[in-house]
């Protein structure tokens, strides 16, 4: 049944893209379509079936000639009477053929609003709406494919089976407890405990295919950042293909934030090439400042920063002044030692540097290490596909039961500090937040958290589940004494 909710009138919208085509598409959808038609093309069309007809405006004057297709209610997108007229695709023939059809009783449609009609008349669900959208703006093939899965029903499938699956279990934990003197078929403890476990493994799955669903309609953002001359354009260009940005031995070349767009394996990407962040006291006012204001928003607003290292230098101050910022912001990194073939190699070289540069930038343990030559590639090929994964397991999460086991044998491993003869105790702790994952714990007292134990329970954490390039943020709530 139609919703009482939607507008009784009828609307109209030019349906293909603004310019020049060889077709384009006017879209109507309300109760008067029948009239509209009989108006502007002097009869009404047989249902579902492709007719040639001439359009005409409300003087009877030939507008265009063209196909007409009809759609009765209920059988249609909207679930209302639809009709499709595609004409010739010029802007002025289509805007004549739009006038043509509010004279004869429409209205200009709403953005979105034939999607609209269709959630409201139960044609589609939410998701599927939002699916509609997703499938327009799709920026790759794979993110085309995912908004199909989506419009198609998978993702409101899931959901409504595991939503079945609570409900069966909850009425079974009630009859339990409500006639406990029955035998109720089947449920004992241990079986609900494992269907529960199977309820949220699938819950599980259903929010890393989301994840993976919002990285394919937004994509991911990785800047480029370092010293100036350290190799940023030149890696830019070397991962485009293209002379994107200007490379020059003379260092702050690169003034302002280069956004360049492009897709790797079905994910959107967009890289950003930065100005030479220099340290406080040598960067000269005026462009050079705002270059560098510009080159820290652009860490802000990355999801994955790559920070180059010039190899012939060696890790300096600077790029652990650089190093602290992006941590500072909770972003994922990855450590690039730049112009690798100029140094001299003997058995361990790559070994030897990378460990201390570890030692020099020790709180970026948690970050890959890659030895590049942006002027000949090598290892360039590595750089894109370690972004994504980086990327990838800064939305990972893990489950509230594992990450409580992981917390007891922590605990046991290392007994928690005290202090002024009380010990810290933790209650629960659970995974509130991904991008960056964060971490609370219900505690007795969070003054009795020693860094050095947060550091503990951080590393008990890695080594369950890596979270590869990625910070990890810790937070300690003293639990209510009601609880």
Not at 432 to 460: G, W
């Amino acid at each position: 049944m139609p919703s009482d909710e939607v507008a009784r009138d009828t609307i109209a919208a030019i349906a293909t893209p603004a310019g020049r085509g060889g077709i384009g598409v006017v879209r109507l959808s309300g109760p008067r379509v029948p009239e509209i038609a009989a108006r502007v093309l002097g009869f009404v069309p047989e249902p579902r079936r492709a007719i040639f007809g001439r359009f005409l405006d409300a003087d009877g004057a030939l507008v265009d000639e063209g196909i007409a297709l009809y759609f009765p209610a209920p059988h249609s997108y909207t679930g209302e009477a639809v009709l499709e007229l595609q004409g010739h695709g010029g802007p002025v023939v289509m805007q004549a053929l739009l006038g043509a059809c509010l004279d004869a009783g429409a209205r200009i449609a709403e953005p979105g609003e034939f999607t609209r009609r269709a959630f409201l008349e139960g044609k589609l669900d939410l998701a599927q709406a939002e699916a509609v959208a997703d499938l327009i703006d799709a920026a790759s093939r794979q993110a085309a494919r995912s908004a199909l899965r989506s419009l198609g029903g998978e993702f409101s499938a899931a959901i409504d089976g595991l939503v079945a699956r609570l409900i069966e279990l909850r009425a079974l934990i009630e009859a339990t407890l409500d006639f406990p003197e029955e035998e109720v078929d089947g449920l004992h403890r241990d079986d609900a405990a494992t269907r529960l476990v199977a309820v949220r493994a699938a819950l599980d799955e259903v929010l890393r295919k989301s994840r993976q669903g919002s990285l394919l309609r937004s994509g991911i953002h990785v800047v480029l950042a370092g010293r100036p001359n350290v190799g940023k354009s030149s890696l830019l260009n070397r991962l485009v293909g293209v002379e994107r940005a200007i490379v020059s031995p003379t260092p702050g070349t690169t003034r302002d934030a280069i956004d360049t767009p492009l897709t790797f394996r079905g994910m959107p990407l967009t890289l950003i090439d930065t100005a030479g962040i220099r340290r406080r006291g040598r960067i000269e006012p005026g462009v050079e400042k705002y270059s560098v204001l510009r080159a820290l928003r652009a860490i802000e607003r990355a999801d994955v920063a790559l920070l180059l290292i010039d190899a012939l230098e060696g890790v300096t101050a600077q790029d652990a002044h650089i190093a602290g910022m992006i941590i500072e912001k909770w972003k994922s990194a990855v450590l690039l030692i730049n112009k690798w073939d100029a140094v001299p190699k003997h058995a361990g070289t790559e070994r030897d540097f990378a460990t201390q540069a570890r030692a020099q930038l020790k709180f970026l343990d948690f970050v890959p290490v890659r030895f590049i030559s942006a002027l000949h590639g090598t290892g360039v090929d590595e750089v894109l596909p370690l972004a994504l994964q980086v990327q990838e397991e800064r939305l990972r999460r893990i489950p509230t039961a594992q990450l409580n086991q992981l917390l007891q044998a922590a605990q046991q491993a290392h007994a928690p500090p005290s202090k002024a003869g009380v010990r810290l105790r933790f209650y629960f702790a659970s995974q509130v937040q991904t991008d960056p994952p964060t971490f609370l714990f219900h505690v007795n007292d969070p003054e009795l958290v020693h860094f050095s134990y947060a550091r503990h329970l951080e590393n008990r954490i890695r080594r369950e589940v890596s979270f590869l390039g990625t910070p990890l943020r810790l937070s300690f709530r003293k639990r209510p004494r009601n609880q």
